[in-house]
DNA sequence: AGCAACCTAGACAACGTTGTCTCACCGGGG
DNA sequence: CCCCGGTGAGACAACGTTGTCTAGGTTGCT
């Protein structure tokens, strides 16, 4: 049961073959004797031997094919897409991935990436905590790649991806105020988060620029759970402060869905990131989407490159959102269907 | 840049202390001249060693601390729930937890558990693949721990975490039967599948015991997509075939739930398995939910506890499911709001 | 004071694998 | 017949770490 696996010496005493004949097998030598290999091949299969790609890997030089992934939490869809779209570009270059959640945790965030250090990964993509995002990679010495996602850190060098927070947003209350809202508010989380404050500057860009000077009174920057962004619409509608609503994100967009359901009467509304929820309403939520495929896609295309020796030559890469307008963002519904 | 990782050795010789007592140091033994300790501490702070696990784990006895999970998709959300509950057990325990996707291939399934077993990790928790569940584990000899989960094999011997479909859909069907219906259909996908050959059993336990013989005409089980189960739904609402629905999965479920939406009425709806969007729908879609995270915790359970030598008693472990119930499993609606 | 018991430091081999190197062999050309 | 180049097999050391064992020092007891 607990007995030890079998080694190559194993499988070359049964093949009555020299050791380093297996190793050649192992990693598939074309200059073997068919005879040989045929023995080593029966023996194999005999013994139940398995490759030790740890030891394989202890040998300098000899990489561990490995990444590692630290996020903060696997069940959230977005980094689960993340994560699945980096593992999918792993595996098609051999390599494996292991994804590591950390809660949002600072102190987690540090051990899991020591961890990963540890088991010699070839390479590291990290989303920076939400709280100080800026320590854990500051006094680091990068002894392998590191691509940071989602949210830049103060310490230069290192390779970020990002998604176009900004430009999403500007669009989004471009689009409110195409639709007749003279009145735009913004209701998000708090300004500490990178995401939340250049959000913040899209939605400025053009609030500003069409000169309503509405910004100050109409910005929400408290909400950190869907009930108190719902709280907040909920007095918008009570006082009739606004003629639009922009989510900065998935909990204040809800926060304002059941806020409108509690008045019985809504506004248009567009949210910052895609949820499962987003086209099955009624009116169905429009929202600003970010591309997390593809941002996983070259955030794993970066380390690998990294990791292979080739020094991609872009440091930061912000990709483009998508505006996703579904209905929400009208004054009026038309249907009058309550599902898609 | 490309710089050998500095080594014990190199700590050692920085610190001009054995290696051994390097050792001892970063495996935490008390037993070290204060002196020593921080001359070593120092070293290591200087030259940023660390500690080289995939090295260290090449000595028989010493474990990996490394547990593979195989699941079909890791974005998708039941699957990410339970990989993030084994997460947070594995990592209680000091484990490292990593998961792979196999898109419910094969093949890749097969090569993802040998390239597993080749990193040396000391236990495996795997979701059988949909086609062909057994072929991979019947012939294998296990030397590590083995968990499967949400799928039994026939494979003998081997510990089994399910969730208790029939009995969900069991309490499932009786709620519609108690709710006045008298012909609920059943909406599935292939029977070919384990969990909708038990869901479909825990139906007819109700259907059958009520001595409606309806079961087959009413039993629908080729809905592979949501399009699918949607074409069924609006054939039964159009030829006023059935009182209720009962969705054997999330796609049936939406389904039904479009086909709703296109016949412009509604019937007595329960779906098998939650969804995010299901409490933010009018009226709210009741369901039958696995405790996804509880069969996480009790397969990491099971396969820590075998991973350091106990072996756990239980081979098979049934899980409770719930019902839910939020107003689509009645006649009439109640409320009038659109969003809860 | 003398001796035993205890404790820590480090030398050494081992873990399972691969890189390097040597040797044996085979065929072909001089 | 001999030599030479090419090919494949295996002996050996090395990788970074830990288990074992010994040496030496210190403490405590008689």
């Not at 192992?26 to 045929?38: E, K, Q, S």
């Not at 000169?211 to 929400?220: G, I, K, N, V, Y």
């Not at 429009?286 to 440091?315: C, F, I, K, N």
């Given at each position: 049961?607990?007995?030890?696996?079998?080694?190559?010496?194993?499988?070359?005493?049964?093949?009555?073959?020299?050791?380093?004949?297996?190793?050649?097998?192992?990693?598939?030598?074309?200059?073997?004797?068919?005879?040989?290999?045929?023995?080593?091949?029966?023996?194999?299969?005999?013994?139940?031997?398995?490759?030790?790609?740890?030891?394989?890997?202890?040998?300098?030089?000899?990489?561990?094919?490995?990444?590692?992934?630290?996020?903060?939490?696997?069940?959230?869809?977005?980094?689960?897409?993340?994560?699945?779209?980096?593992?999918?570009?792993?595996?098609?270059?051999?390599?494996?991935?292991?994804?590591?959640?950390?809660?949002?945790?600072?102190?987690?965030?540090?051990?899991?990436?020591?961890?990963?250090?540890?088991?010699?990964?070839?390479?590291?993509?990290?989303?920076?905590?939400?709280?100080?995002?800026?320590?854990?990679?500051?006094?680091?010495?990068?002894?392998?790649?590191?691509?940071?996602?989602?949210?830049?850190?103060?310490?230069?060098?290192?390779?970020?991806?990002?998604?176009?927070?900004?430009?999403?947003?500007?669009?989004?209350t471009?689009?409110?105020v195409?639709?007749?809202a003279a009145r735009v508010?913004?209701?998000?989380?708090?300004?500490?988060?990178?995401?939340?404050?250049?959000?913040?500057?899209?939605y400025r860009?053009i609030i500003e620029h069409d000169d309503l000077r509405l910004s100050a009174r109409l910005?929400?920057?408290?909400?950190?759970?869907?009930?108190?962004?719902?709280?907040?619409?909920?007095?918008?509608?009570?006082?009739?402060?606004?003629d639009?609503?922009?989510?900065?994100?998935?909990?204040?967009?809800?926060?304002?869905?059941?806020?409108?359901?509690?008045?019985?009467?809504?506004?248009?509304?567009?949210?910052?990131?895609?949820?499962?929820?987003?086209?099955?309403?009624?009116?169905?939520?429009?929202?600003?989407?970010?591309?997390?495929?593809?941002?996983?896609?070259?955030?794993?295309?970066?380390?690998?490159?990294?990791?292979?020796?080739?020094?991609?030559?872009?440091?930061?890469?912000?990709?483009?959102?998508?505006?996703?307008?579904?209905?929400?963002?009208?004054?009026?519904?038309?249907?009058?269907?309550?599902?898609?």
């Amino acid at each position: 049961m607990q007995a030890r696996p079998p080694t190559m010496n194993d499988v070359a005493a049964t093949a009555s073959v020299g050791l380093k004949t297996v190793s050649r097998f192992v990693n598939g030598a074309t200059n073997i004797d068919p005879v040989l290999a045929a023995r080593i091949a029966l023996a194999i299969e005999a013994l139940d031997y398995r490759h030790n790609l740890a030891a394989a890997s202890i040998r300098p030089g000899r990489s561990s094919k490995l990444i590692g992934l630290v996020i903060s939490d696997l069940a959230n869809p977005y980094y689960s897409s993340l994560a699945r779209s980096i593992e999918r570009v792993c595996s098609e270059h051999g390599y494996l991935l292991m994804s590591m959640s950390c809660d949002e945790d600072t102190e987690r965030h540090q051990l899991l990436i020591d961890r990963l250090i540890a088991q010699r990964v070839d390479g590291l993509i990290v989303v920076p905590p939400r709280d100080d995002p800026n320590a854990w990679a500051d006094g680091a010495r990068w002894r392998i790649p590191l691509v940071v996602v989602d949210r830049p850190v103060t310490a230069p060098g290192i390779h970020t991806i990002l998604a176009d927070n900004a430009g999403g947003t500007e669009a989004a209350t471009a689009e409110l105020v195409r639709q007749g809202a003279a009145r735009v508010a913004f209701i998000g989380d708090s300004l500490k988060l990178y995401t939340m404050r250049e959000r913040l500057a899209g939605y400025r860009r053009i609030i500003e620029h069409d000169d309503l000077r509405l910004s100050a009174r109409l910005t929400f920057t408290g909400a950190h759970t869907a009930d108190q962004a719902s709280d907040i619409v909920l007095s918008l509608l009570e006082k009739n402060l606004a003629d639009a609503i922009f989510a900065a994100n998935n909990r204040s967009t809800i926060g304002a869905l059941r806020a409108f359901a509690r008045a019985g009467h809504r506004l248009p509304l567009i949210g910052f990131d895609d949820f499962e929820a987003a086209p099955l309403l009624n009116p169905a939520v429009s929202v600003v989407a970010q591309d997390v495929a593809e941002m996983g896609r070259v955030a794993a295309e970066t380390v690998l490159a990294a990791a292979q020796g080739l020094a991609p030559l872009v440091e930061t890469h912000v990709l483009p959102t998508r505006l996703v307008l579904r209905g929400s963002e009208a004054k009026e519904i038309s249907g009058t269907e309550w599902l898609e």
